[in-house]
T-cell receptor
Framework: KNQVEQSPQSLIILEGKNCTLQ??????????LRWYKQDTGRGPVSLTI?????NTKSNGRYTATLDADTKQSSLHITASQLSDSASYIC????????????FGKGTTLSVSS | DGGITQSPKYLFRKEGQNVTLSCEQN?????MYWYRQDPGQGLRLIYY???????QKGDIAEGYSVSREKKESFPLTVTSAQKNPTAFYLC????????????FGSGTRLTVV
């Protein structure tokens, strides 16, 4: 069964600190992996998208890594800001025409001052 | 600017009523999707459409209906048959079946009163 598991479920860090969020998946055949940021009451916004051949991709202070062999991805946030407080969702796309994305349940990040 | 618009942002429904959520996109995307989001759960697919006048059931289609009369529009009706409709509803669109250019709307929060 295609699944995406994220950890931790929630995380609290101090402003300025770094953090890493984890994503494990069992989706096959794999097409691409995406990380989204979702502010409370808003729609998800894409941070990064990586295909099988990409190991890392950055978007400002956000850096995503992908290990297609172990089927793991991480999202590293550097020098966190209060505005980083949100839910971060890992999403995997299977290589099948017409198939929608497979979503993880998300990690809720709270950045405090 | 191109984008995807959901309306209304908040919607209240009485028991036994049908309500329709609007989703409009001007991105010239072929595919459109409806998701339901509940606290602590990943997004769940309700319906999707890859071309005009055609749509497919997702994982939780019972109690919902859709139409795709125009490429730009994909309204979702929550019928009285949906026993637990209170949730956050997200509409999305993508360029094609391969999910490129996947974009979410800002969501509609539906509450049964």
């Amino acid at each position: 069964k295609n699944q995406v598991e994220q950890s931790p479920q929630s995380l609290i860090i101090l402003e300025g600190k770094n953090c890493t969020l984890q994503c494990n998946y069992t989706v096959s055949p794999f097409s691409n992996l995406r990380w989204y940021k979702q502010d409370t009451g808003r729609g998800p916004v894409s941070l990064t998208i990586m295909t099988f051949s990409e190991n890392t991709k950055s978007n400002g202070r956000y850096t995503a890594t992908l290990d297609a062999d172990t089927k793991q991805s991480s999202l590293h946030i550097t020098a966190s800001q209060l505005s980083d407080s949100a839910s971060y969702i890992c999403v995997v796309s299977a290589e099948q025409a017409g198939t929608a994305l497979i979503f993880g349940k998300g990690t809720t990040l709270s950045v405090s001052s | 600017d191109g984008g995807i618009t959901q309306s209304p942002k908040y919607l209240f429904r009485k028991e036994g009523q049908n309500v329709t959520l609007s989703c409009e996109q001007n991105l010239n995307h072929d595919a459109m999707y409806w998701y339901r989001q509940d606290p602590g759960q990943g997004l769940r697919l309700i319906y999707y459409s890859q071309i005009v006048n055609d749509f497919q059931k997702g994982d939780i289609a019972e109690g919902y209906s859709v139409s795709r009369e125009k490429k730009e529009s994909f309204p979702l009706t929550v019928t009285s048959a949906q026993k637990n409709p209170t949730a956050f509803y997200l509409c999305a669109s993508s360029r094609n079946r391969a999910n490129y250019g996947y974009t979410f709307g800002s969501g509609t929060r539906l509450t049964v009163v």
